[in-house]
């Protein structure tokens, strides 16, 4: 005979009271709010976070010399216009004189930002010298407000601020940033790009790599950065035994997260070949950690006094391409660490590589953001460029 089933607990016992806290379901807890803190921060790319930070540190002091007072809330449209205007050239007199290419800006352009305040902005380390920025610093540091209101409306929602109480909406900063960048293209005052290190650029750079600690790791370094399809700094520094693994005579980066999967999605086209030169540079670095007993975590690592000791942060990425180009036998030009990446996809426009070929090495998503440099590596090889060179017959 079987006994009989245990009574099934009445509903109302599953209703237990919340904690006080989590009563009303309209806020959250001080535990809770933490957390959401700590996703945002733990998710956050950390080169954005340390350059908005920087911008908003200098809103603070340009606003505070500016207007005398802090900023204590949502920032006005007109505020944001004056910093434009503080920041960026314009012409004084109307109707704007022709300019031609060495016509000096200083008797053509001026911006409103009094000398004393840039003076002291300089003094104090926010600025790193006087003078107007270019149309891409404003635009980071506008960006970096915008941000910043996003993230104030979102924690306040007893404010009642919609999305028009960003400033960076008014139509009125909208239009006026459209029309600097209109008069600085105009001028032809456009950003100035660093140099693609095309494959010259790069056989000059090792040139400079001796046989010595830092030179083994410079040189395994670049050849990672630029064979690898142009590795962006911070995914040259997230490098490590865990994900990079042999293959043959050569190597496989793991690629877990990048720029364009922040989420660490698993994908095929995460894994990234390393090969020939490249595997060979980097396994003599390899060796060299083995001899250190460095046998997990980061392989790109700072050397002191001829140790090896913490990892490279990816600052430290751009500081080695400019080491090595000063270096150099010859002038290579700006560069910088994207420059292992332009160089990459320009190069392999050279050697004819497709342009799908090329973007699953790189990672881009983007079309339209690796064709300039594909196009112009492309250009180099154009037969339409020689017309003149070809024989009658061909």
């Not at 635009?139 to 999305?163: F, V």
């Amino acid at each position: 005979m079987t006994s009989p089933k245990p009574p099934s607990p009445a509903p109302a016992t599953l209703l237990l009271a919340p904690p006080a806290p989590l009563r009303d379901p309209a806020h959250l807890s001080a535990a809770a709010e933490k957390a959401v803190h700590a996703f945002f921060h733990e998710g956050h790319s950390g080169n954005t976070a340390r350059t908005y930070r920087t911008a908003l540190q200098y809103w603070g002091a340009w606003h505070a010399l500016r207007y005398g007072v802090p900023i204590s809330g949502v920032v006005a449209p007109e505020t944001v216009i004056q910093f434009i205007v503080d920041h960026l050239e314009h012409q004084p007199n109307l109707p704007a004189p022709e300019i031609g290419p060495y016509t000096p800006s200083s008797r053509t352009t001026q911006h409103l930002l009094p000398p004393a305040i840039d003076r002291l902005l300089v003094d104090r380390h926010y600025k790193a010298q006087l003078g107007p920025w270019s149309i891409a610093t404003v635009e980071t540091r506008l960006a970096a407000l915008s941000w910043a209101h996003e993230r104030y409306m979102a924690r306040h929602p007893h404010l009642g601020l919609g999305p028009e109480a960003n400033p960076l909406r008014d139509p009125r900063v909208r239009q006026l940033l459209a029309a600097a960048r209109r008069a600085y293209a105009r001028r032809g005052r456009d950003p100035r790009r660093p140099v693609a290190a095309t494959r010259p650029v790069i056989e000059a750079l090792l040139a400079t790599c001796a046989g010595d600690l830092i030179g083994k790791r410079d040189r395994a370094l670049l050849l990672f950065g630029w064979a690898s399809g142009g590795r962006r700094r911070s995914e040259i520094t997230t490098a490590t035994f865990e994900n990079v693994h042999r293959e043959g005579d050569g190597f496989i980066y793991d690629l877990r997260r990048s720029k364009t999967n922040q989420a660490g999605r698993k994908d095929p086209s995460n894994l990234k070949p390393i090969q020939g030169r490249a595997a060979e540079a980097l396994r003599a670095w390899l060796e060299e950690l083995l001899r250190f007993r460095i046998t997990e975590g980061p392989l790109f690592r700072r050397i002191l006094k001829d140790r090896i000791v913490e990892p490279l942060k990816p600052a430290a990425v751009r500081e080695i391409v400019k080491r090595r180009a000063r270096l150099a036998d010859r002038p290579l030009g700006r560069l910088s660490a994207h420059s292992l990446r332009s160089g990459f996809v320009t190069e392999a426009g050279k050697q004819g590589l497709s342009l799908g070929e090329t973007m699953a090495m790189t990672g881009h998503r983007s079309v339209q953001t690796v064709m300039g440099y594909f196009q112009s590596g492309e250009l180099s090889s154009s037969r339409a460029a020689r017309l003149l060179d070809q024989n009658e017959s061909d």
